[in-house]
Every structure is written in structure tokens, then in C-alpha cells.
């Protein structure tokens, strides 16, 4: 089993920026890919990025091309999305997600084995 705790949530200003974290425990010497969902109300839970085992490969939603920026310190076993330029479209609850996946597997959208608790990020405008 893997466990994920998320943390960095807040409230900010459209345009500003905002740093979440993930810190996993657990199985995570497995051929672990991890990301992150996000969850506005009233709308389905939806990707926005991802990243691979060895942290060289992510992949975005188009939404947030060029303004959120994943990354992944293997050693430390955490996980990072740097959120630039905020808009009120943001706000949403955000998941770090991970999933055993087979060594095959291309960067990109995935299905979760695994789910963090969420953390709130709210944008005002």
C-alpha cells in the first residue's frame, strides 16, 4: 500500500503562485507513476499532470501548459506542483495520486491506485 499526504493549499490572489507538495510512504519502490487531480465544484475530478518513476518525463493538461510545472525528488520520495499565474478556474480541491503501472507505460494520464486526502486551493480574482 501506498500513503499520500498532500500540503500547500491556501487561499491566493489571481495571477500569484502557489507551491503544493506530496509526501509518500509505503510501497514506493515499485514502478510507482505519480500526478496530480484536482476537483472544482460541482465538476467531475479531472487530471492535471503527471510524472514518471524517474522523474524525467511529465505530461500536462492543457489547461495548465505552461503555468504549472511538475517535478519529483525520487530520493525523498516527493512530489511537487509549482503553480504559476493562478486563475479563478483553479480553484478546486487537488489529489496527489499515484499507480502501479507496468514499465511500458508512457507519461501521461492515468487511473490511481492511490489517492492523497486532497488540499484546498482557492483563487480569487
Known amino acids: 500500500q501506498v500513503q499520500l499526504v498532500e500540503s500547500g493549499g491556501g487561499l491566493v490572489q489571481a495571477g500569484n503562485s502557489l507551491r503544493l507538495s506530496c509526501a509518500a510512504s509505503?510501497?514506493?519502490?515499485?514502478?510507482?507513476?505519480m500526478g496530480w487531480f484536482r476537483q472544482a465544484p460541482g465538476k467531475e475530478r479531472e487530471f492535471v499532470a503527471s510524472?514518471?518513476?524517474?522523474?524525467?518525463?511529465?505530461y500536462y493538461a492543457d489547461s495548465v501548459k505552461g503555468r504549472f510545472t511538475i517535478s519529483r525528488d525520487t530520493a525523498e520520495n516527493t512530489m511537487s506542483l509549482q503553480m504559476n499565474s493562478l486563475k479563478p478556474e483553479d480553484t478546486a480541491v487537488y489529489y496527489c495520486?499515484?499507480?502501479?503501472?507496468?514499465?511500458?507505460?508512457?507519461?501521461?494520464?492515468?487511473?490511481?491506485?492511490?489517492w492523497g486526502q486532497g488540499t484546498q486551493v482557492t483563487v480569487s480574482s
Open positions: 495520486a499515484a499507480a502501479l503501472v507496468a514499465m511500458a507505460w508512457r507519461v501521461g494520464p492515468f487511473r490511481p491506485d492511490y
Open positions: 509505503g510501497r514506493t519502490s515499485s514502478n510507482l507513476v
Open positions: 510524472i514518471g518513476r524517474s522523474g524525467g518525463s511529465t
